[in-house]
């Protein structure tokens, strides 16, 4: 597609389980983030991805969250243990590469309700 | 690290009215800026960008904003506010590691 792509838009879980959550990025961008938006917040920044660099996870809240990037493809944010404070709009964005000027496209992201 | 305040939870403006959302921002070097508008239930997109030149930026849907060092202020504007502009708005910074992001300003627009 054109655009960042989430799935699923829409995720209920019980208190306790794990959530996966996907992202396929604009074809062609090497730089892949992750934010949260927790009701009437900001966006947080959780984790960073550049090519085939290390990834920036200084914005994981906790070791409950863990990312992965299969080469310069799609993208999964794992939560364990999902607590009812993980409740958020996960939301995916992607760029050419790591240059600051870059505009940064965002999907438009998966709602994630713990109950 | 670099940090970014909207000091406007709220606006409410009237249909026809100028607009003027404020941000000021932290950051020891020249930034890069950036707002975004985010309407119910989609994402963000992306209404200008501001890293070097002109201080006066114009982007989409007819907003501009205007770099200010001296204030540390990156204020979005739009002379003629239409009903379709209700949204939340964020404004961003990005220094040496990714945007970050203000809480948002919510605007609504009335008749």
């Known amino acids: 597609g054109a655009g960042v792509s989430q799935s699923p838009s829409n995720k209920v879980t019980e208190k306790g389980k794990d959530v996966e959550l996907r992202c396929d990025p604009i074809?062609?961008?090497?730089?892949l983030y992750w934010y949260r938006q927790r009701l009437g917040q900001g966006l947080e920044f959780l984790i960073y991805f550049q090519g085939n660099s290390a990834p920036d996870k200084s914005g994981l809240p906790s070791d409950r969250f863990s990312a992965e990037r299969t080469g310069e493809s799609v993208s999964t944010l794992t939560i364990q243990r999902t607590q009812q404070e993980d409740s958020a709009v996960y939301l995916c964005?992607?760029?050419?590469?790591?240059?600051?000027?870059?505009?940064?496209?965002f999907g438009e992201g998966s709602w994630l309700t713990v109950v | 690290a670099q940090s970014v305040t909207q000091p406007d939870i709220h606006i409410t403006v009237s249909e026809g009215a100028s607009l003027e959302l404020r941000c000021n921002y932290s950051y020891g070097a020249t930034p890069y800026l950036f707002w975004y508008v985010q309407s119910p239930g989609q994402g963000l997109q992306l209404l200008l960008k501001?890293?070097?030149?002109?201080?006066l930026v114009q982007g989409i849907k007819g907003f501009e904003a205007e770099f200010k060092r001296s204030q540390s202020s990156f204020n979005l504007r739009k002379p003629s506010v239409h009903w379709s502009d209700a949204a939340e708005y964020f404004c961003?910074?990005?220094?040496?590691?990714?945007?970050?992001f203000g809480k948002g300003t919510r605007l609504s627009v009335i008749a």
């Open positions: 074809s062609g961008h090497t730089a």
């Open positions: 961003a910074v990005r220094g040496n590691t990714p945007l970050v």
């Open positions: 501001y890293f070097s030149g002109d201080t």
């Open positions: 964005a992607s760029s050419e590469d790591r240059g600051l000027g870059n505009t940064i496209y």
